[in-house]
């Protein structure tokens, strides 16, 4: 397992040189725009690809172009037309290329034998194949946590409230289900209730996940079962410069809403977006959040 990184090379980041340039594979959430308001606050302009559908406020006026997630046979011309020399994956994607409607290029036909076994393995080869075509063209992969290491979850609790006793058998189950379901490519996140997991991420998300156990409860499916947690972990071979595990204020809402009273996420192998908002919400809607790390109290 990939050991998460220490304070200093948190506090480093990356290193960028004053002819590099970043280009940004942009898809949903919050990510996206924190990476390029990092690059722009250290002096360097991204130029931001944003994936059809999938982008949200907050690009607008960054020099980029949009591509459909069909079209990323035309992604590594573009990349060098644009003399790109650093590329970062950030923001989620909600659905997988539909093969008959890839655009056939020189660069995919080379490629369309490996991306067809990369689509019959899950997610997480498809990211394999696309961050090794990147690097074997000479352009640099490098994590979102490299551009904002402040993100990277910190072990232990951020803010006010702390789980209970008997929230750290919910916190164990949640976690050893998150880890067997990466393990199969399927998803990062388990909600657990009563010391046992209860609903598991797949392919629809944090967000349907934890809209799926609020119905259970609405529905008296889990009636009468109080607290429960989600947990979020990175995939045990996870590739760590694309689709860390990310929670934020809308988190917090869901998960309040699904009547859960805490959430534990992966320590130095997740993402917390807006972390200010994020714990002044779960102070205020008295959820705890905690990273989970080797010398984490069980």
Not at 197 to 202: H, V
Request: glycine fraction near 14%.
């Amino acid at each position: 397992m990939t050991t998460p990184m220490t304070k200093a090379e948190k506090s480093a980041g990356l290193q960028l040189g004053a002819g590099d340039r970043v280009g940004i594979i942009a898809g949903s959430g919050r990510l996206p725009a924190n990476v390029a308001e990092s690059l722009v606050q250290a002096g360097h302009k991204p130029f931001v690809i944003r994936v059809a559908g999938e982008v949200d406020s907050g690009l607008a006026g960054y020099d980029g172009d949009t591509l459909a997630i069909e079209q990323f046979g035309s992604l590594l011309p573009l990349l060098k037309r644009q003399r790109i020399t650093h590329v970062v994956l950030a923001g989620g994607i909600s659905r997988r290329p539909l093969l008959r409607a890839i655009r056939p290029t020189f660069h995919l036909l080379r490629l369309l034998p490996r991306v067809a076994a990369a689509l019959a393995r899950g997610d997480d080869g498809l990211l394999r194949i696309l961050v090794d075509t990147i690097e074997d063209n000479g352009i640099k992969v490098v994590g979102a946590h490299e551009i904002v290491p402040e993100l990277l979850a910190i072990e232990g609790r951020m803010g006010a409230h702390a789980p209970r006793k008997e929230d750290w058998a919910d916190l164990d189950a949640g976690l050893e289900a998150a880890r067997a379901i990466g393990a199969l490519d399927v998803g990062q996140a388990a909600v657990a209730i009563g010391g046992r997991a209860i609903a598991l991420e797949g392919i629809e998300g944090t967000d349907l996940l934890l809209e799926r156990v609020r119905e259970l409860r609405d529905n008296g499916r889990i009636a009468g079962r109080k607290r429960g947690v989600l947990v979020k972990c990175a995939k045990p071979n996870q590739e760590l410069r694309a689709d860390l595990p990310t929670i934020g204020p809308a988190t917090i809402d869901a998960a309040h809403a699904a009547g859960l009273v805490g959430i534990g996420v992966e320590a130095g192998r997740s993402l917390v977006m807006d972390y200010g908002e994020m714990v002044a919400r779960a102070d205020r809607l008295g959820l705890f959040v905690v990273g989970l790390g080797e010398g984490t109290r069980r």
